[in-house]
């Protein structure tokens, strides 16, 4: 989508309301209130209310303003943005120590993005369903309930895409953005008095004022920027202006606006602390802001999920994740995409998150923490990107992550301390994908390092085929090869076995680059290696699916032509088996081997007809 058209502008800034701003939109349903949870022991004083508000309003301009919007989006990787995509970008002129810092640091920040996605869905639903407590006490039994339901149908969809329902994403998240606004605006009237705490004087005494306890309350006022990784792993489907003009025109001000609404409420009523959010509208506007609570919820939920795929996409392509199934929802755009294992475990995982903590405010304590963990490993790896990539000085680079850090890290803090309040949920599942997805690297590093022992020069075959030619069959064969200078193991058991080999021979090497796309032009390489063989090479970007049909029509146009009909796909197949290794390597390797058994399977992985394959196995100890 062209963001240089003015013309455009205006629309693909309402698209990116509706997806970019749907978590972070969502937060005063909770925030505020949690601020005053009984976790911290603040009294409900103006002098508090003040400092908090204080805190959120500079939250937000100092870490989505300035740091996001101004100085991380300026890393796109052609355009795109994201954690594994900052990560490809700060390895790409690293050494190799740096590189391998640079892998586990972006590992485990998407790592925690996974953590993060579990508990995203249920707190927002939850937070919005609450608001029947202020309808009737007696209708919060059926506030879990509800949110399953509500869940349950949203995961259900996923299948069919959501291209359908999405046209209405953005005009109900700007109703809901002018709506909060126009509720904020309303209570700021009558007590006006609360627009001083714009003054950061407010934060600062309220950090000489409480001291420690200051220090802690950190871990609720964090609610405030959930979210904020969206703005910059979004950036590749939206531009970077439309939503820097977004956040400014639009979300900033309205977040604010029901920010210090809300507060304005505690002023004069410090009993709406129950819930400022829903004690902002009269009486006759409670079911009708309900309805749209929970619409903006399940819309910040959409998003998130939307994003885990596209996360997942991008470690299966980098090789983190084994192949899995990833079906295409639309034939008009590319990123909207389904993986049904994904979708369904996720599905468990919620569900089982909101039955076990039943309450948002119960769920606040373990949101801070993964979110807050993202955005210390984005400062790291944005300085690296600088230092590196854009060759600004040091002491430049550093400075900055001092500053960033300085941020950061107390927000990190205040929010680890509450491990055993709920922030041990997305460690827990943090650390789950961590190991998941460096068993799957190391070890498949370990399978080929295994495969190229005991592979033969592509040389040295060419040499003897010439002196000693098998006998000819009619046709081309394509044999599936991971680096271009070993054979095959399925080359070399089709001479053993058939003791033939087609007219046409394609060695063919399908490999991942570290940008999102590949333009077609650059996408194939040909090389003739004998009069019979030829080397082909075809380049896909992490956020591409590979397609055999595809590079059969580049070749084409190079001047090297297939018919699908006469050509047949040998594959290697490994029976991997582990060899002696210490207890803790073997239980990495039983992970690998279970990840391998359940892995997508490479005709469907790279579309190719399955009457077209001949698979032929080879056992190899690891």
């Not at 013309?7 to 990116?16: I, K, N, Q, V």
């Not at 291209?163 to 009558?190: D, N």
């Not at 006469?566 to 990495?588: A, C, D, M, N, Q």
């Amino acid at each position: 989508m062209s963001t240089d058209n003015k013309r455009s502008l205006p629309a693909t800034m309402l698209a990116t309301i509706g997806v970019v701003y749907g978590d972070i939109g969502t937060s005063p349903l909770y925030t505020l209130r949690e601020c005053f949870s009984g976790y911290y022991g603040f009294s409900v004083e103006p002098d508090v209310i003040f400092g908090f508000l204080s805190l959120i309003f500079w939250m937000l301009i100092l870490v989505v303003s300035l740091k996001y919007l101004s100085f991380v989006m300026r890393a796109d990787n052609a355009g795109e943005g994201g954690i594994l995509t900052l990560m490809s970008l700060a390895g790409r002129y690293a050494s190799d120590k740096k590189t391998a810092f640079v892998v586990i640091i972006g590992l485990i920040g998407g790592s925690f993005f996974y953590g993060e996605v579990v508990i995203t869905p249920a707190v927002s639903v939850m937070s919005a369903l609450e608001g029947l407590e202020i309808l009737a006490p007696s209708l919060d039994a059926y506030i879990v309930p509800c949110a399953v339901v509500v869940l349950t149908i949203l995961f259900c969809i996923q299948k069919h895409g959501t291209g359908g329902v999405s046209k209405v994403f953005a005009p109900v998240m700007l109703l809901w953005f002018f709506v909060i606004g126009l509720l904020g605006i309303r209570s700021i009237m009558a007590s006006p008095e609360v627009l001083y705490a714009l003054n950061p004087s407010w934060a600062i005494g309220f950090f000489l004022e409480y001291k420690a306890l200051s220090f802690f309350a950190l871990g609720a006022v964090v609610l405030a920027i959930t979210g904020v990784e969206a703005l910059y792993a979004d950036m590749g489907h939206f531009g970077k202006m439309p939503i820097r003009y977004a956040w400014f025109t639009v979300v900033l001000p309205c977040l604010v606006l029901n920010y210090f609404g809300q507060g304005a409420l505690l002023l004069r009523s410090p009993e709406a602390i129950k819930n400022p959010f829903f004690l902002l509208a009269p009486d006759w506007a409670l079911i009708p802001l309900l309805i749209l609570a929970a619409l903006a919820t399940v819309i910040a939920s959409q998003a998130v999920i939307s994003g885990v795929f596209s996360l997942t996409r991008q470690a299966v392509h980098l090789g983190y994740l084994p192949p899995m199934k990833i079906l295409h929802t639309s034939d008009m755009e590319a990123g909207q995409i389904y993986i049904p294992v994904i979708n369904w475990l996720l599905y468990i995982a919620v569900v089982l998150v909101i039955v076990t903590f039943k309450h948002s405010s119960n769920l606040a304590a373990a949101y801070g923490i993964a979110v807050t963990g993202t955005m210390v490993i984005t400062s790291i790896l944005s300085c690296i990107v600088a230092n590196q990539n854009w060759h600004w000085p040091r002491i430049a680079t550093v400075t900055i992550l001092t500053v960033l850090l300085f941020v950061d890290i107390p927000l990190f803090s205040a929010n680890a301390v509450k491990v055993f309040s709920g922030g041990w949920l997305p460690l827990l599942l943090g650390l789950c994908m961590f190991i998941v997805m460096t068993s799957w690297k190391s070890e498949r590093f370990r399978l080929l390092r295994r495969l190229h022992e005991h592979g033969n020069s592509l040389e040295a075959l060419i040499a003897s085929l010439e002196k000693n030619p098998p006998t000819r069959v009619k046709g081309t064969a394509v044999f599936m090869i991971r680096t271009t200078n070993v054979i095959p193991f399925s080359l070399l058991h089709n001479l053993t076995h058939n003791k033939v080999l087609h007219e046409r021979v394609i060695l063919m090497t399908i490999k991942t680059v570290d940008t999102p796309y590949v333009h077609n032009v650059q996408r194939v390489t040909i090389e003739q290696l004998s009069p019979s063989f030829w080397r082909v090479v075809s380049s896909y970007g992490y956020k591409e699916t590979p397609n055999v049909e595809n590079i059969f029509y580049l070749c084409g146009l190079e001047g090297l032509s297939f018919s699908m009909e006469e050509t047949s796909f040998f594959l290697s197949h490994e029976s991997v088996k582990l060899g002696k290794r210490p207890w803790y390597l073997k239980i990495r390797g039983q992970l690998f081997l279970a990840l391998n058994r359940n892995a997508l399977r490479a005709p469907d992985q790279f579309k190719i007809p399955p009457n077209r394959v001949i698979e032929l196995g080879t056992q190899i100890d690891i």
